[in-house]
C-alpha cells in the first residue's frame, strides 16, 4: 500500500564504494524527485524526473547519476562516495501540474552514512 | 526565490500558541505548503495554502504584503514536536520544483 517507497531505508558504506537507492511509487505520478536531507536538515532538491525525462539538475556532482527506466521509478547511483555525502536521501513524486494545488509525497528516506 | 524559516529551534510548554515563522522573496504570487516531520518519519504534507484548512489544529495565512506564511496553533500538544518546513511552489512550476525553508525544529514540553 506504501505510496512512495525506497530502498535501503539504511546503507552504511566505506569511502570510495559505489552505491545504488531505489524508489517507486504507486500512485500514477508523472513526476520524481530527489531531495538531499543535510546534517543541519537542510532539505535541497537533487534531481526531478517527468516521464522518464531529465527536468532538474540542481549542481549535483557528476558522481550521482539518477536512472528513471519508467515514470513509476527513479533509482540514484552514487559513485566513489565521500564522507560529504553522508545524509538522508529523500524520494518524492508529484503530478507536475498539480504540484502547486498538491505538492510531494515523500518515501521515508534512506539514511547514508559514509565511513 | 527563497524560503526563510528564521528560527531553527522553537520550544514552548504545552497548551501554550505557538508560531512558526515562514517568509519567502519571489515576485509573484507562489502556492505555499507547510510540511511535518516526526523523528526518523518521513515528511508529510500538513496544509496547503490554496484550500485555506485547519490541519491537526494548526492554520497558515498568506499575508502578500510582509510576503510571509506563518503557521500558527493557539494551543500546542506534545505531540506536536517535530521538525516543519516551510515550501514554496513557483508559479511558473519550473518542473514541479518545491523550495524548502530550512526548516524549525519545534519542541513541546510537557
Known amino acids: 500500500d506504501t505510496a512512495v517507497s525506497q530502498t535501503p531505508k539504511y546503507l552504511v558504506t566505506q569511502m570510495g564504494n559505489d552505491k545504488s537507492i531505489k524508489c517507486e511509487q504507486n500512485l500514477g505520478h508523472d513526476t520524481m524527485y530527489w531531495y538531499k536531507q543535510d546534517s543541519k536538515k537542510f532539505l535541497k532538491i537533487m534531481f526531478s524526473y517527468n516521464n522518464k525525462e531529465l527536468i532538474i539538475n540542481e549542481t549535483v556532482p557528476n558522481r550521482f547519476s539518477p536512472k528513471s527506466p519508467d515514470k513509476a521509478h527513479l533509482n540514484l547511483h552514487i559513485n566513489s562516495l565521500e564522507l560529504g555525502d553522508s545524509a538522508v536521501y529523500f524520494c518524492?513524486?508529484?503530478?507536475?501540474?498539480?504540484?502547486?494545488?498538491?505538492?510531494?509525497?515523500f518515501g521515508s528516506g534512506t539514511r547514508l552514512t559514509v565511513v | 526565490q527563497r524560503v526563510t524559516q528564521p528560527e531553527k529551534l522553537l520550544s514552548v510548554f504545552k497548551g501554550a500558541p505557538v508560531e512558526l515563522k515562514c517568509n519567502y522573496s519571489?515576485?509573484?504570487?507562489?502556492?505555499l505548503f507547510w510540511y511535518v516531520q516526526y523523528s526518523r518519519q518521513r515528511l508529510q504534507l500538513l496544509l496547503r495554502?490554496?484550500s485555506r484548512e485547519s490541519i491537526k489544529g494548526f492554520t497558515a495565512d498568506l499575508n502578500k504584503g510582509e510576503t510571509s506564511f506563518h503557521l500558527k496553533k493557539p494551543f500546542a500538544q506534545e505531540e506536536d514536536s517535530a521538525m516543519y518546513y516551510c515550501?514554496?511552489?513557483?508559479?511558473?512550476?519550473?518542473?514541479?520544483?518545491?523550495?524548502f525553508g530550512q526548516g524549525t525544529e519545534l519542541s513541546v514540553k510537557p
Open positions: 515550501a514554496l511552489s513557483p508559479l511558473n512550476n519550473q518542473g514541479g520544483k518545491l523550495i
Open positions: 495554502h490554496i
Open positions: 518524492a513524486s508529484s503530478r507536475v501540474r498539480t504540484v502547486a494545488n498538491y505538492g510531494y509525497t
Open positions: 519571489y515576485s509573484g504570487s507562489p502556492e
